[in-house]
């Protein structure tokens, strides 16, 4: 990373503007509000702090009321607009914030929400928004995510939540201390359509359960991430996903088509709104997803800045239990008599240790034995395979705890990980 220049660029931001600028690759930039009032993606900076982002890093700070912002390093662009859709979005806050007032005082349910729209027009930042406006009012919200291609809440190849109960930090985002992870296994959602849709509907049952624990949890809702799969299967996919989590309100975002589509295909009782994008969403190219998502994996080992220190050791063959989940498909001929293929999408498959394993993501699942649903039951972490030695029968693990690792069952990932600074 170079040094970030002690001489930095003034930017004098009027009400209801924002600055945007995103980090040059391996570059820093800092922030420094200096005057004024400024949030990022709703929470607040606080005066002469500076906050620093690292490279690839694509950051807006929008102000309600005008702010001076200080910023240095190198950026790739750095620019102010007045054109944004925080008013639209503040609007949409304040219509939950009711619903949430209702649900309190009649001891229901708070709003759910789910946020659907092609790739890249803002849609995890619109429930990162969403989420932080909410807990400054004291709520406690749920925050699900059910995008497998990013792992915003465990890594890629899982879908997860948490509940939210302080703002996101400026720098490294919702602090997840706790958060229910499932293992997918995959990026994509179309890898394995049937275990997909069999993990949503599991997230979404122990959601409830955790809401009926707590009031302020359950009046506060849930706000959903969605990945930017919409058409066909996909499609059906967030169709299912609005029945599992059983929302009230789909927020989507710059698609009229698919706003009218949800319009005649969901119950009445389901609210469904058009929002508009923000122009400064920067649409990714398949490269620079691959790439987030090799940073995401690395930063859960390494930390944000590299302030992490994975352990790296030897785990016995015959000290874990190995498994995949989802066989391939046989034709209907071949299988036991009443079994279905799609049966095999989500069946647990015993997995003999072998070269194969090298660089694989292996998520540590919480089960105990093998004799509980393994496929339904959450993850308790990652670990990735180093190296992998049949001879000795023992292969070599990166993994963010020292050994021995917290449990025996572990799950491989499709995803995988070279493990090279
Ligand atoms: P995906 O298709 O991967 O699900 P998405 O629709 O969820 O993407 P985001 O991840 O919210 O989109 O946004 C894409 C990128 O744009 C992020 O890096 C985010 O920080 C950035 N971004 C969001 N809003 C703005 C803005 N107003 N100005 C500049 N950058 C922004």
Same mark, same amino acid.
């Given at each position: 990373m170079s040094e970030i220049p002690d001489e930095g660029q003034e930017f004098k931001l009027q009400a209801n503007s924002e600055l945007r600028f995103e980090v040059e690759a391996k570059a820093m930039v800092e922030i420094e509000m200096i005057e004024g009032q400024a949030e990022m993606f709703g929470t607040e900076l606080a005066k002469n702090r500076k906050y620093s982002f690292v490279s690839g890093s694509k950051i807006a700070i929008f102000t309600w009321h005008g702010c001076v912002l200080q910023l240095?390093?190198?950026?790739?662009?750095?620019?102010?607009?007045?054109?944004? *859709?925080?008013?639209?979005?503040?609007n949409t806050h304040a219509a939950l914030e009711q619903m949430r007032e209702k649900a309190e005082l009649e001891n229901t349910r708070?709003?759910?929400?789910?946020?659907?729209?092609?790739?890249?027009?803002?849609?995890?930042?619109?429930?990162?928004?969403?989420?932080?406006? @909410?807990?400054?009012?004291?709520?406690? *919200?749920?925050l699900a995510d059910i995008d497998v291609g990013q792992g915003n809440m465990g890594l890629p190849g899982t879908i997860g939540a948490l509940v939210v109960e302080r703002?996101?930090?400026?720098?490294?985002?919702?602090?997840?201390?706790?958060?229910?992870?499932?293992?997918y296994g995959h990026k994509s959602a179309n890898d394995n359509l049937q275990l997909y849709n069999l993990l949503v509907?599991?997230?979404?049952?122990?959601?409830?359960?955790?809401?009926?624990?707590?009031?302020?949890?359950?009046?506060?809702?849930?706000?959903?991430?969605?990945?930017?799969?919409?058409?066909? @299967?996909?499609?059906?996919?967030?169709?299912?996903?609005?029945?599992?989590?059983?929302?009230?309100?789909?927020?989507?975002?710059?698609?009229?088509?698919?706003?009218?589509?949800?319009?005649?295909?969901?119950?009445?009782?389901?609210?469904?709104?058009?929002?508009?994008?923000?122009?400064?969403?920067?649409?990714?190219s398949q490269a620079t997803r691959a790439e987030s998502r090799d940073n995401r994996i690395r930063e859960y080992f390494y930390g944000l800045k590299n302030n992490f220190f994975p352990h790296s050791f030897d785990v016995k063959f015959n000290d874990v239990k190995l498994f995949k989940v989802g066989a391939p498909s046989l034709?209907?001929?071949?299988?036991?008599?009443?079994?279905?293929?799609?049966?095999?999408q989500t069946k647990l498959v015993p997995l003999l240790p072998s070269n194969n394993l090298l660089h694989h993501i292996l998520s540590v699942s919480a089960a105990t034995t093998v004799d509980q649903d393994i496929v339904e039951t959450n993850v308790l972490g990652f670990i990735v395979v180093t190296g992998v030695d049949v001879e000795k029968g023992l292969f070599t693990v990166l993994s963010p705890s020292p050994r021995p690792?917290?449990?025996?069952?572990?799950?491989?990932?499709?995803?995988?990980?070279?493990?090279?600074?």
């Open positions: 240095r390093g190198k950026t790739e662009v750095a620019y102010m607009s007045k054109e944004t *859709p925080m008013t639209v979005y503040v708070g709003p759910r929400i789910l946020v659907v729209g092609p790739v890249d027009v803002g849609k995890s930042t619109l429930c990162r928004i969403l989420v932080n406006y @909410a807990v400054r009012l004291g709520r406690s *919200p749920v703002t996101a930090d400026i720098e490294e985002g919702f602090q997840q201390t706790a958060p229910l992870v499932f293992h509907s599991r997230l979404a049952e122990i959601i409830n359960v955790r809401c009926e624990q707590s009031k302020k949890v359950n009046c506060s809702g849930v706000i959903i991430n969605t990945a930017g799969w919409i058409r066909g @299967a996909g499609y059906e996919a967030l169709k299912q996903a609005a029945g599992a989590f059983e929302v009230d309100v789909i927020c989507v975002l710059d698609q009229e088509r698919l706003y009218n589509q949800l319009k005649s295909d969901l119950p009445d009782f389901v609210k469904i709104v058009l929002l508009p994008k923000s122009g400064g969403v920067v649409e990714r034709p209907e001929s071949c299988l036991p008599l009443g079994m279905k293929v799609i049966d095999n690792l917290p449990r025996n069952i572990l799950l491989v990932m499709d995803i995988q990980f070279m493990d090279i600074k």
